[in-house]
């Protein structure tokens, strides 16, 4: 055999190596199909990679925050009570660094059931999510009335006391 | 008691009084008890071991005692190992406790993989499996050692807890679905009411971190994450998620709710400039700082008698193996080398011990550890010596990271002067009074910054 036809051999039996390599050694478990990781993932970072269509102002997001969130935050979220001010002297949600942060959240973790707010209380579509978050950020302050949140505006927010360091993490 | 098994939280629940950290570690009868030796006369093997009726009184709780703060009673404790149901837990959601059916259970692995899974609890339990002793400690854990209303080991530690963990390596979990390039982060889901979510810098997740199903030899407990959590050695308890349901590889870090706010230091330059320094952003805010309490005498009980004592207690760090610890009865003025106890395991607690002669004078005993590092506890006065110039109300020490990570994220002058959240580090004192009792002291204040003793309740 001539040696670069050996050589060649080598390679390739490298390679088809490398490729069981890759293959899992187990074979255990369903392969989930898109839909149901869709579903289930609803978790999303500063890049917004991964957020729903939809979008939402503060304008709207007020009504719905009086219906769905003001019994624990308070009216406009000025919350006295044992539950978290989203507004007023005593939020402290401009801190956030990421706007992403308050969506994520909003949307994995809300509404609760009063008094037992261990519980969900239903569930919130995209669009009242991206709503209730423009209000959030427009009680405090950091974006206006009328501005619209979508999956492309969100990311881009900058929080006021983001520190800069941090945009090594967060793309915008 | 229609349950068999008399467990501790059994009695809880049957109304007994509540009483955190008051045994005496046996010194003491338990006199609230049925006195005298018996038979039970029981037609049947009982199905559960059950806790002696003098042993009851030991359960958690502690300061600010309710189901959000089930502490540890470490004074209570022997060993290294904390019996599960002693188990620490620290609850966000107002009680709220998932109870989740394992038959239901699914495990989802997505994101940046080749081949994305869902496994069952059964499937998960066929794979191969590794156990390791280590601790779980919250952030928080310590931070109430200057408020005045916090009394025991328990009220002040009895966030730190250490079991032996089963389960299948989270690195062989990767590998079957294939990390693709460019993945950076592990984001590990719960599910339970808040959907806690946490970001994992891959590199841990390869190196050691158990995806775990039993604690101490059987099923974890509901509010230890039954039926699945992660475990990663060394690392704040937060990050160790439980009820986990999913897993997801990314490349950036999530900033989930409880990452980016209550639980991010203060840097030099403001808030979290180092709390994700990169993927292998180690030496900073994920690991827990080394620690070491005296647990035996401590505050809340008693010495009978003037004579010989062995003083004990526990170690432990995130950086790995505790390498010395010293015990002071002086107020600090000498110190001598405790015994540690074999085996000596990175990750765990290590009980130290040393004997001690008590003349019937009052003392101070102090325990300061060192581990694999070098790192070393400090005294209040070392820590509220250096108040972080940007935030006065917090208080840090300096540790340097020399990382790749770090200096290509924040530069070399930031990464050699990197605050480390030793408040929660500081040298733990008992005092022992002429009467044998003992407390914990508040310490001399002088040159104590403010924050000290606001009993930094934040996480």
């Known amino acids: ?172 | 008691m229609k349950s068999k098994r008399l467990g501790r939280r059994g009695l809880l629940k049957g109304g007994a009084a509540f009483v955190g950290g008051l045994a005496m570690g046996g010194l003491r009868p338990a006199s609230a008890q049925e006195s005298g030796s018996k038979l039970i006369h029981d037609a049947n093997i009982r199905p559960l071991g059950e806790v002696s009726r003098f042993e009851r009184k030991i359960v958690r709780g502690g300061f600010g005692g309710s189901n959000a703060n089930a502490l540890t009673p470490l004074q209570d404790l022997h060993g290294i190992i904390t019996p599960a149901d002693l188990h620490f837990y620290v609850n966000h959601e107002n009680g709220a406790t998932p109870d989740i059916d394992p038959r239901q259970h699914r495990l989802l692995i997505h994101g940046m993989v080749d081949r994305p899974v869902e496994l069952t609890m059964d499937e998960i339990k066929t794979l191969p499996s590794v156990s390791r002793i280590c601790f779980v400690e919250c952030n928080g854990n310590s931070g109430s050692q200057f408020d005045k209303n916090a009394k025991t080991a328990q009220d002040i530690h009895g966030r730190s807890s250490c079991s032996e963990w089963t389960g299948v390596p989270l690195s062989l979990l990767l590998k079957e679905v294939g990390v693709q390039r460019g993945a950076e982060w592990v984001i590990a889901v719960a599910a339970d009411p808040s959907r806690h979510a946490h970001s994992l810098p891959l590199a841990k997740a390869m190196d050691d971190a158990i995806v775990a199903y039993a604690q101490n030899g059987e099923a974890l407990r509901l509010e230890n994450g039954y039926p699945l959590r992660i475990i990663l050695p060394g690392w704040s308890g937060r990050i160790n998620v439980k009820w986990l349901n999913r897993i997801k590889l990314t490349d950036e870090p999530y900033m989930n709710r409880q990452e980016t706010f209550a639980y991010m230091e203060q840097g030099p330059a403001g808030m979290g400039t180092y709390a994700y320094a990169g993927p292998k952003a180690f030496a900073y805010h994920h690991e827990s700082f080394v620690k070491s309490i005296i647990t035996f005498p401590s505050g809340g009980q008693r010495l009978p008698r003037r004579g010989i004592y062995e003083i004990s207690g526990l170690a432990w760090s995130g950086a790995g193996v505790i390498r010395k610890v010293e015990v002071s009865t002086d107020n600090g003025k000498t110190w001598k080398d405790a015994q540690l106890q074999d085996p000596i395991i990175p990750y765990a607690f290590t009980r130290f011990r040393l004997g001690w002669k008590w003349d019937g004078g009052e003392a101070i005993l102090q325990s300061r550890s060192t581990d694999e590092r070098g790192n070393i506890q400090p005294t209040p006065q070392q820590v509220g010596g250096t108040p972080n110039p940007s935030s006065p109300n917090q208080v840090s020490i300096w540790g340097s990271d020399n990382s790749e990570a770090c200096r290509s994220l924040l530069g070399d002058e930031l990464c050699s002067k990197l605050p480390v959240r030793a408040q929660r580090s500081i040298i733990q004192s008992w005092k022992v009074n002429r009467d044998g009792t003992v407390v914990n002291p508040m310490p001399d204040m002088a040159g104590i910054a403010p924050a000290l003793l606001n009993g930094a309740h934040d996480h």
């Open chain 1, 1 to 172: 055999m001539h040696w670069s036809r050996a050589l060649v051999l080598v390679i390739a039996l490298a390679a088809v190596t490398e490729a069981l390599a890759q293959l899992p050694t187990y074979g255990v478990g369903r392969t989930p199909s898109a839909k149901e990781i869709r579903d289930q993932d609803i978790t999303i970072g500063p890049s917004g990679k991964g957020l729903p269509e939809g979008r939402g102002t503060a304008v709207q997001g007020a009504a719905i925050f009086e219906k769905r969130c003001a019994h624990c935050h308070g009216v406009n979220g000025e919350s006295e009570g044992q539950f978290p001010a989203l507004s007023g002297p005593k939020a402290r949600v401009v801190e956030y660094p990421f706007a992403t942060t308050i969506w994520d959240f909003i949307n994995s973790a809300m509404p609760r059931r009063v008094p037992d707010i261990g519980t969900r209380d239903g569930s919130l579509t995209a669009e009242e999510v991206y709503a209730l978050t423009a209000f959030i950020l427009y009680r405090n302050g950091i974006i206006k009335e009328t501005d619209v949140l979508d999956a492309a505006s969100l990311p881009k927010i900058k929080m006021p006391k983001r520190d800069p360091h941090l945009d090594k993490v967060a793309p915008h």
